[in-house]
């Protein structure tokens, strides 16, 4: 199976194909203080081989000597215990997707082993794996809220996404696109990407059904706005070339996070592509019964030229509430229409 890097998962190894789900209950160890590290042999051994370090027992402790003594893990560390206390939840969450999992993506390694630690680079997760299953690490210094200080420098978008209720999802995302990257010879078209990111919501909505805009990647104001006028975007982008555009500007202009899709109009939120992409992945899914989540994981159905006209799918202007295929209601504070004017 073909692996990718991801932005939020800076290494990654061979991924087993043929593991089982027996256990339910992950282990979430947590490691903050160069206590903990120095109490923990194969965790620091786990955590320095994430970070870097090879195979080498006395070179390796020496490196998480130095990482457990170092300001990184001394402040934020300090930061991530007053901040967050306990991770019960967050490790019921993480029972809940390694249970989702076994019945949604049945091919997929199951999780073995959580680290709660920090880390001190750009990228919040860090996804290992061997024959027994996927091992993480995540940085909880890059979930420590909105409004905490050391994210004052970032954009809005990037600090709304920084608090503990993202930790689980960013897991789910990590894991799905490491298991199941895109995969294409050539530059793939904006479609093809499309009906790969909708893919990979179908399968998120599922994993983690509490709230279906957050499971996608977007804020509950966002998603409100892009279904409010899922028509009037898909016409605009049917009506046009952009459907067939190779360029990375067009994806990152309709696919990427923080980028507003001003392609196909005036103040479009940013994921407008994937919102559209995620709406055919659910009609391909009705339309044909035999197909799973995990079978639109596969470049048969993202790379297809059959694909659209089998999902049929036909864009109506919704009514004030959410599409949602485990029937969860929208919050009533976003069934608000959308301000903007499409196709100018």
């Not at 001394?74 to 989702?100: C, E, K, T, Y």
């Not at 104001?221 to 952009?242: C, H, N, P, T, V």
Request: with cysteine; glycine share 6%.
């Amino acid at each position: 199976m073909k692996l990718t890097t991801l932005p939020i998962a800076a290494l990654v190894t061979a991924i087993a194909s043929c593991t089982t789900y027996e256990n339910t209950e992950i282990p979430v160890e947590r490691i903050t203080t160069a206590e903990a590290l120095a109490s923990s042999p194969d965790g620091a051994h786990t955590i320095m081989r994430a970070l870097g370090a090879d195979d080498d027992t006395a070179a390796t402790r020496q490196l998480a000597y130095r990482f457990g003594q170092s300001e990184a893990m001394r402040i934020f560390g300090h930061d991530a215990d007053s901040i967050m206390p306990s991770l019960r939840q967050f490790s019921s969450d993480i029972g809940r997707l390694h249970r989702n999992m076994a019945s949604i993506l049945p091919d997929a390694p199951p999780l073995r082993q959580i680290y709660a630690t920090v880390i001190p680079y750009s990228q919040s997760l860090i996804l290992m794996s061997d024959t027994n299953g996927i091992t993480i690490i995540v940085g909880l210094n890059h979930y420590l809220g909105a409004d905490y200080e050391g994210y004052s420098s970032f954009p809005a978008y990037r600090r709304a996404r920084k608090t503990p209720k993202w930790m689980t999802r960013d897991i789910a995302e990590a894991i799905v696109r490491t298991v199941y990257p895109l995969e294409s010879d050539a530059h793939p078209t904006l479609l093809q990407r499309m009906l790969y990111e909708g893919a990979v919501a179908a399968a998120l909505v599922r994993l983690m059904p509490d709230n279906e805009a957050r499971a996608i990647g977007m804020t509950d104001d966002d998603f409100a706005q892009l279904y409010r006028s899922e028509k009037e975007i898909w016409q605009r982008m049917a009506g046009s070339d952009l459907l067939f555009d190779r360029s990375e500007r067009t994806a990152s202009s309709l696919l990427h996070e923080g980028s507003p899709g001003t392609l196909i109009g005036r103040d479009v939120p940013p994921l407008a592509g994937r919102l559209t992409g995620w709406r055919i992945a659910e009609s391909y899914l009705k339309a044909n019964p035999e197909a799973t989540p995990e079978s639109l994981l596969q470049p048969t159905f993202y790379l297809s030229d059959k694909t659209l006209r089998e999902a049929k799918y036909m864009p109506r202007q919704p009514t004030l509430t959410y599409f949602n295929p485990l029937l969860q209601p929208a919050p009533q504070a976003v069934r608000k229409p959308i301000q903007t004017s499409l196709g100018t």
